[in-house]
């Protein structure tokens, strides 16, 4: 079963703007994580935040945690045509099975 | 390259028949996960793996099986297979998930027909 859901399924946006991903997810977590997925390709980590943190940067990436809200999300700043891909979420309660959501597929248009 | 290796990338089989799926976590990585994923359920945790013994069971069916060796590469093993069971399968290896999170593979292909 899914722990993390993201919203909203799809996204498109012009190259340059930004792009902001949400993610719910309903039991108490040890860390939030988020990765990018190429079409038909293996998952690549991106940044984990923990549940004691309430914002991390990494490059264009800004990732806030509200742990009373159990959402989080994922601001990709100035995008690009190479950031197309879907964007995942994943939370565990331990660290042994991480759950993943249903993805935001996002399209950056040149 | 992740670091974690998947083989076969893809695979066609007849339905009934029984397939493994092989996988050498990164360098130094004591876990591994296996993931299914498939367009109608999205990514779905099956198994995980620690040093050799089973830590974390997910929606694994009774027909799919897994193990870890010594080397800590792992097989997953799915038998009597239905259509529905066509999907990517993922590897993922960690040394501590709670610092660093998860590398995958990239993936098998497996197409039931």
């Known amino acids: 079963s899914q722990q993390g859901e993201e919203d909203p399924q799809a996204l498109s946006i012009q190259e340059g703007e930004n792009a902001t991903m949400n993610c719910s997810y309903k039991?108490?977590?040890?860390?939030l994580q988020w990765y990018r997925q190429n079409s038909g390709r293996g998952l690549v980590h991106l940044i984990l935040i923990r549940s004691n943190e309430r914002e991390k940067h990494s490059g264009r990436l800004r990732v806030t945690l509200d742990t009373s809200k159990k959402s989080s999300s994922l601001l990709i700043t100035a995008s690009r045509a190479a950031d197309t891909a879907s964007y995942f979420c994943?939370?565990?309660?331990?660290?042994?099975?991480?759950?993943f959501g249903a993805g935001t597929r996002l399209t950056v248009k040149p | 390259d992740s670091g974690v290796t998947q083989t076969p990338k893809h695979l066609i089989t007849a339905t009934g028949q029984r397939v493994t799926l092989r996988c050498s976590p990164r360098?130094?990585?004591?876990?591994v996960y296996w993931y299914q994923q498939s367009l109608d359920q999205g990514l779905q945790f099956l198994i995980q793996y620690y040093n050799g013994e089973e830590r974390a069971k997910g929606n694994i069916l009774e027909r799919f099986s897994a193990q870890q060796f010594p080397d800590l590469h792992s097989e997953l093993n799915l038998s009597s297979l239905e259509l529905g069971d066509s999907a990517l399968y993922f590897c993922?290896?960690?040394?501590?998930?709670?610092?660093?999170?998860?590398?995958f593979g990239s993936g098998t292909r497996l197409t039931v027909v």
């Open positions: 994943a939370t565990a309660e331990t660290l042994n099975d991480m759950r």
């Open positions: 993922a290896s960690s040394v501590d998930p709670g610092d660093y999170g998860y590398t």
């Open positions: 360098s130094g990585d004591l876990s």
């Open positions: 039991t108490s977590i040890n860390n």
